[in-house]
């Protein structure tokens, strides 16, 4: 049962609707039609092929982007309630943002410091100088 799909741009939306074995099938039908088209082109078809390529590649694309998409929301859900999680789902950031201390880390102060706070308040002043 071949199901053949029109060249065109295929909308992400869509595709986002579908479920996982019906974009592996999308996706299959997209690259056995660009192996059509290639083997086409080595055959010295028409120029117009070569755009036609460069759509069923760039839909190729659109698929496996939702697909991967599709399987990190998946995993996203099953490590939400987890302690720690995967490198791969963590926020980018940069290098300094992911070291530098948490909210938490930089309130905390050490016992002398505490001390201190409580031995030497700061002084208020009725008159300003």
């Known amino acids: 049962m071949a199901i053949t799909i029109p060249i065109a741009k295929v909308k992400v939306a869509n595709l986002r609707e579908k479920s996982q074995a019906e974009l592996t099938q999308t996706l299959d039908t997209y690259k056995r039609e660009l192996m059509d088209l290639k083997v086409q082109q080595v055959a010295?078809?028409?120029?117009?092929?070569?755009?036609?390529?460069?759509?069923?590649?760039?839909?190729?694309?659109?698929?496996?982007?939702?697909?991967?998409?599709?399987?990190?929301?998946?995993?996203?859900?099953?490590?939400?309630?987890?302690?720690?999680?995967?490198?791969?789902?963590?926020?980018?950031?940069?290098r300094a943002l992911r070291r530098a201390l948490t909210k938490n880390e930089l309130s905390r102060k050490t016992l002398r410091q505490q001390k201190k706070e409580d031995n030497f308040p700061i002084r208020e002043f009725a008159i300003k100088a």
């Open 44 to 94: 010295g078809a028409a120029a117009a092929k070569s755009s036609k390529i460069r759509d069923v590649r760039r839909n190729v694309a659109r698929v496996l982007t939702v697909l991967t998409q599709q399987a990190r929301t998946e995993v996203r859900g099953q490590y939400a309630k987890k302690k720690y999680i995967p490198k791969d789902l963590r926020a980018k950031k940069t």
